[in-house]
């Protein structure tokens, strides 16, 4: 059974830094055509891509230059380094995970998906 564990969310300034991790278990997911991806849901909002990364990475043009996505493939394990957090970044964040190849975008491309972890970025 596949399962992915997201931690390192948390109450920030804005300005500040958060890094988000997720730990795949059950499965192996490899650089070749299995996106891992973030998404992010505010309240009363829909479900929206942040980032993903397969053989290419991938941004929401929101957070360009201020957050980066990685992989460490040997820990089956997705990063997410969040730099210069806005208010407007207060979201629970969702790690996936795609067992296809489809769009790395699009969350009807990912299989799996974490429970999330609450970002708070305050004023």
């Known amino acids: 059974q596949v399962q992915l564990v997201e931690s390192g969310g948390g109450l920030v300034q804005a300005g500040g830094s958060l890094r988000l991790s997720c730990a795949a278990s059950?499965?192996?997911?490899?650089?070749?055509?299995?996106?891992l991806g973030w998404f992010r849901q505010a309240p009363g909002k829909e479900r929206v891509f942040v980032a993903a990364i397969s053989l290419n990475t991938y941004y929401a043009d929101s957070v360009k230059g201020r957050f980066t996505i990685s992989r460490d493939s040997a820990q089956n394990t997705v990063y997410l380094q969040m730099n210069s957090l806005k208010p407007e970044d207060t979201a629970v964040y969702y790690c996936?995970?795609?067992?296809?190849?489809?769009?790395?975008?699009?969350?009807?491309?990912?299989?799996?998906w974490g429970q999330g972890t609450q970002v708070t970025v305050s004023s």
């Open positions: 996936a995970a795609a067992s296809g190849s489809g769009a790395a975008t699009l969350w009807s491309s990912y299989d799996y």
């Open positions: 059950g499965r192996t997911f490899s650089s070749y055509g299995h996106a």
